[in-house]
Structure formats: C-alpha cells, structure tokens
C-alpha cells in the first residue's frame, strides 16, 4: 500500500512540475512563434476622429431639414483619402467633398470600415442622387447618375431616417 502511494505522489508531483514548467514557458515559446512583421506589409493609418471645417444645412422648400459638422475635402489628397479607416463616425457629423468643376463623379468605399450614405450635390447645390448604405470595403465605382460639384458622406440611413431626398439642397 505505501508503494502505491509513493507512486501515485511521484506522479502528482511530475504533473505539477510539467504544469509548472508549460506555464513558465508558454510566454517565451509564444513570443518565439508569432511571425515577424514583413518589411513589405501595409500599414493602417490610426482611425481620426471627424474634424469640424464647417457646417452642412439640409433644406427642402425652404425649410431646414437637418445640420451636421463636416470635416471639407477640398484638394485631391483629401479627396482620396475621404473616411477611409475611420471604424465610426457621429450621426452629426459627415464629409463634405468639394471639387474644382462640375463634372460626372463616382466614388468608391475601398478601406472605408462603416456603411454610408453618398450624396451627389450639382453646382446649384441641389442633390441630384444619393447612393444609400454603401458596401464597406467594396471597389465598386458609384456613380453620381449625372453631373456633381460636391458630394456628402454621412453615416448609411442618415437620408432616411432624416428624410432626405433628391432634389433637396444644402448649404455650407
């Protein structure tokens, strides 16, 4: 009887050590087998927030709709850039993209993170189409169904849950 206990103490005694052992380890061979970052990879820009440049104003006849703060987009840098890798942005708040010359537009959601709602402007500043819930990620060129000077980006279902549509007007 006392052999057996003295084995089944030897064999405690090698699981406690062996746990012991696996657990003083496992940080070290962990660190050993995560990859190394490649020189090649692509880095994610960190997410901004919206930085407040102005004020859009959305009317029908007349009548205020609804304001948001917009973040303005107005040379090509930030225009390619638009809300890409950004993981959320305020139902207040969106991008207003100004460009040099009316002409026909299409925009794409490639590294754009959120859904959106895109709202082609003509030089009258009359909305002329508005592309709703946007695919994140998605290459797909979306066109502005005719010629646009300007373009706002807000959260997908900001136009319906406010009730904006084509032939609204904005102001900034």
């Known amino acids: 009887m006392r052999n057996r206990q003295s084995i089944f103490a030897y064999i405690l005694l090698a699981v406690f050590l062996l746990g012991g052992a696996a657990f003083l380890l496992a940080p070290w061979l962990a660190k050993k087998s995560a990859?190394?970052?490649?020189?090649?990879?692509i880095?994610?820009?960190?997410?901004?927030p919206i930085t407040k440049e102005g004020e859009v104003v959305f009317f029908r006849d007349g009548k205020k709709i609804r304001k948001i703060d917009v973040e303005i987009a107005e040379n090509d840098a930030e225009r390619n850039k638009?809300?890409?890798y950004r993981p959320y942005i305020p139902d207040s708040t969106g991008m207003l993209f100004i460009f040099p010359e009316p002409r026909e537009l299409g925009f794409w959601m490639k590294n754009?993170?959120?859904?959106?709602?895109i709202m082609y402007?003509?030089?009258?500043?009359?909305?002329?189409?508005?592309?709703?819930?946007t695919k994140p990620f998605s290459e797909e060129s979306l066109p502005s169904n005719g010629v646009a000077q300007y373009v706002v980006e807000v959260n997908a279902?900001?136009?319906?849950?406010n009730d904006i549509k084509t032939?609204?007007?904005?102001?900034f």
Do not use: C, Y
Request: charged fraction near 25%.
């Open 112 to 117: 754009t993170q959120i859904p959106l709602d």
């Open 43 to 48: 880095e994610t820009p960190a997410a901004e």
């Open 167 to 171: 032939g609204d007007v904005i102001s």
């Open 157 to 161: 279902g900001f136009s319906d849950r």
């Open 121 to 133: 402007v003509d030089a009258n500043k009359k909305i002329i189409s508005i592309q709703k819930h």
């Open 82 to 84: 638009g809300l890409m």
């Open 35 to 41: 990859p190394e970052p490649s020189s090649n990879a």
